[in-house]
């Protein structure tokens, strides 16, 4: 039957989401190493499910850079280097810097929702930059990660671009994967990583970009400074 068949799509459409992102979960707490090699049946008898949504999902993960597929040994982790890391910074760099040449010419979406609305909203993405700056004080890697992609993700969808918000939410995903591979060597965290999301949501409320592009400037260069230096041993 049509509705049968329409169901079971969304149904393993679902599925195929919720192990990307228990899988993408897996590689961001270091679960899942840099290299480690495993199969669709292998995933697919650890959750319990069909190779099927299994396999979309492990395609879905290599097509996000994530995941390398294998024709002929399954999938392993992407391993990035401190190039990589560069490259992607440099990506994420131009995107945010995009986002604040649209607010510099004043051509945001909720420029013309009513104050309320718009206070709302910034008091969202700050109060996920607060968790997240609590969790760096505390040094916990993986709430950090959590609630920084949140940040990001709430801080560009302001900006009303959707496909501009994904590239952004992708990039920073990646960053974190290639980050993740070189912090989860440190055993203390605390002190190293970035706490400026208040800051920079703060200066963005007030249109203060060249602030807000001291702020990003920083914080990249910090984090290449870092990663150069843990990459080297």
């Known amino acids: 039957m049509p509705a049968s068949s329409g169901n079971g799509a969304v149904t393993r459409s679902t599925l195929r989401q919720q192990i990307a992102d228990a899988l993408r ?22 959750y319990g499910v069909s190779a099927t949504p299994v396999r979309e999902a492990l395609v879905d993960l290599s097509a996000q850079g994530l995941l390398e597929a294998d024709q002929h040994r399954g999938f392993r982790v992407h391993e990035y280097t401190y190039t990589d890391f560069r490259g992607i910074i440099e990506a994420r760099s ?13 051509h945001l979406v909720y420029r013309d929702l009513d104050a309320p609305r718009t206070a709302a909203a910034v008091a969202g993405v700050r109060r ?11 040094g ?17 969808n302001l900006f009303g671009n959707p496909y501009l918000a994904d590239f952004l939410h992708r990039l920073r995903v990646q960053s974190w994967v290639c980050t993740v591979q ?18 920079l949501v703060d200066t963005l409320a007030r249109h203060d970009t060249p602030a807000a592009r001291s702020i990003i400037a920083a914080y990249n260069q910090d984090a290449l400074a870092l990663i150069e230096r843990l990459a080297a041993g």
């Open 25 to 46: 979960d897996e590689v961001l707490a270091g679960r899942l190493q840099p290299g480690q090699e495993f199969t669709v049946k292998e995933i697919a008898d650890q």
């Open 94 to 106: 131009l995107v945010t810097d995009g986002m604040f040449e649209v607010l510099d010419k004043g």
């Open 128 to 138: 996920r930059g607060e968790e997240a700056q609590r969790a760096a004080a505390a």
């Open 140 to 156: 916990d890697l993986t709430v950090l990660i959590g609630y920084d992609l949140r940040f990001w993700r709430e801080l560009s």
């Open 182 to 199: 070189h912090l989860r060597r440190l055993s203390d965290l605390r002190g190293s990583l970035w706490s400026g999301h208040t800051e």
